[in-house]
């Protein structure tokens, strides 16, 4: 037996070099085997032939404060069109000299967003703060208080828009979209047959037809004499639309729940209102809470759709600046802005839901 | 225990009796908002000298459509302009529908490729995509073709009767032959040929086992048939090559830059869509699933041909078709850059004619019948594939 043990020192072999670092990974990650080999050469030459070239357009040749004629001369982007319109594209028609106070609007509106992102914030008093929140900023776009000077409706525009189309469009969608998917759930034959007609009839057709009908026939609908603004109209159709799909998804978290929490609600003597504000909403909705925000997403990124119904949201503002005949024919450079803005808010969002989804992910 | 079963209990708790009050409370309020707003409407129309009804759709239309799979012109009725857009609207969702599925499934493969820089770029794809409006991407793509683009007088001409101009792609078609009708119905007969013979082969494997290598034959009989027929007509060459005439092209098959940047924005959104879902559904089958499937002998297609591809369609599939559908909706952005679809045909019917409600339900009627439609397909999909559980 004792020749099987030594004494002497062995040596340690190191592993090749090109198993191990750079090198090992660049194996491993990028040719590993022929296919991969050639995909990784083919993608390679693919990036070689259009990043150079869109990098030189982007930033080596391009202008960012020349004039439009200036533009003309050079081949590469001309981000000037929006460098000198920023103002216009962010705000619309609002009158150039109160245009501080949709640029503050939007800054609490951003203030108070970054605060929801926290869970540690979620409670009462982020309610009553976005509650104040809001009308602070209704009062700042729409004046007519403490000398600020009254700016019609029809004028606002830009940024402010959207997001205003988009924040009150979830606000008001999401309580009645709850209210829908507990009556798709209930045992009343009437009202689960009504909200499932109308959560089926809605999903079933395109935005753009609950706009159009928001904006032609729902004056029709009004008593004599009776008229509601351009926006309310839109963002009427918003909320019927997105209560639609956040009903949907409501009813995902509510037929999650096992039966078991209903009959001990139940035994606890609980009656319906009762039974679900405490016990099953709280949890359904919590269930549900990463498939919300991309409603919410989704929500942000149709409101680029009233533009058909000629609103001056963010994209209309833009297309507002192309046809000025100075500016007419830099398209790309101002869609690619405003490109990276929705990008911006959208990835924001879908973020914070991965975040959310990891942090509620208890295990079972 | 006896006292409290003989309680009587009053009426108003009974909840029967208060499901049917609640009931009867629904349908009351419901149909007084129903009369309020209806009573409103006629009382606005008359007021407004509006005449209801559909009616309209037998007068002329007295517009052009810019592009149509059927003879159109502007002495025809509104009725035939609606088909018309249905029909374009069902061109683009049919071919965005083909393109998306083939650019999904390989984006979405692609990003669960082993490779790093192909993994990587499949997933900015994913995450740039998804997180822009599609309407902007329809806006983008369109004023590309317009700026980038020449004139056609200096179109590009990169092969040979293909022309690339800010007024569409126009390409050489082969010119009408007699065959071509002939051609079609022999594709048919092959199709259903591989159909019928996909089953057999299917039914003889189940009890005989032996297997018949059914893709290559199939494909055989579908490519193999048309060409023969192809030949047997003396295969006809003559191409449809266009020219400049004046200001544009005449001749060949064109592609408006209208349609070309709806199908590129619309495949291009959705199928970032298709690929999260392709790449969920291959996720979705468990390792051991291919290593089981391995040790019973099966070569690699045949793994995922009759292990991975099953377990999976069923996860990819009805999400899969709501993303088909949600494409369908949204080529109702065409009105934005000027497509002729069925919202864009409708709405300048409405412009024309003042009949907005039943222009507003003639959109909502085609676009739930094709969800409806596909709603029945998923039912009877999952239906079928449903796992049968012990």
Redesign the interface.
Known sequence: MSEIISNTKLQTLKPPVTNIGVLGWIKA??F?GWF?SI??LL??LLLWNTVPPLFRWAFLNSAWTAGGSVCREIDGACWSVVVNNIRFIIFGFFPYDHQWRPLIAMLILFGLLGFSRNRNFWRRELVYAWMIGLVTMGILMRGGFFGLETVESTSWGGLPLTLLLSVFALALAYPLGVVLALGRQS?????KS?CVVYIE?I???????LL??GS??F??????GVTINTILRALVAMILFTAAYIAEVVRGGLQGMSTGQYEAADSLGLNYYLTMRLIILPQALKIVIPPTVSIL?SAF??T??V??ISLYDL?KSS?TVLSNPEWM?F??EV??V??IL??LG??SM?NFSRKLEKDLDTGY | MEAVASEKIPFWLNPKIR?IF??AG??CC?AFLAWY?VS??L???E?QSIATGFSFLNKESAFEVGESLISYSSADTYGRALIVGALNTLKVSFFGILLTLLLGTLVGLSRL??????SR?AALYT??M????????L??WY??F??MLPSPRGALNPVNGLFLCNRGVIFAVPEAHAAHKFMLLSLGIALAAAFFLRNWAKKRQATTGKHFPIFWVSAGIIAGLPVMVWLFFGAPMNMDMPALKGFNYKGGATLSPEFIALLLGLVLYTAAFVAEVVRAGVQSVSRGQTEAARSIGLRSGQVLNLVILPQALRVIVPPLTSQMLNLT??S??A??IGFPDF?SVA?TT?NQTGQ??E??AL??MV??M???STSAFMNWYNKKTKLIER
């Open positions: 990650n990028l590993n991969s995909l990784t993608t390679i045992r009343l034959p009437v009202i009504l009839l999903r079933g057709v395109p935005l753009i037809s159009f009908m032609i026939i004056p029709l609908f009004l008593p004599e997403i990124k149709d680029s759709l533009v058909i994209l297309q024919g398209s790309r869609y690619i405003v490109a929705y990008f959208c990835f879908s | 499901g609640y009931q629904v349908i419901f707003l409103n409407t009382h606005n129309l007021k490729s082993s490779n790093w820089l192909v770029l995450e740039v998804q997180n822009i409006p599609v309407l902007l991407q806006f983008f004023a590309v317009y700026e909706k949204n109702s952005l009105v934005a919202v709405n409405i907005s409600i222009g507003v959109i909502m676009y739930l094709f969800s409806l």
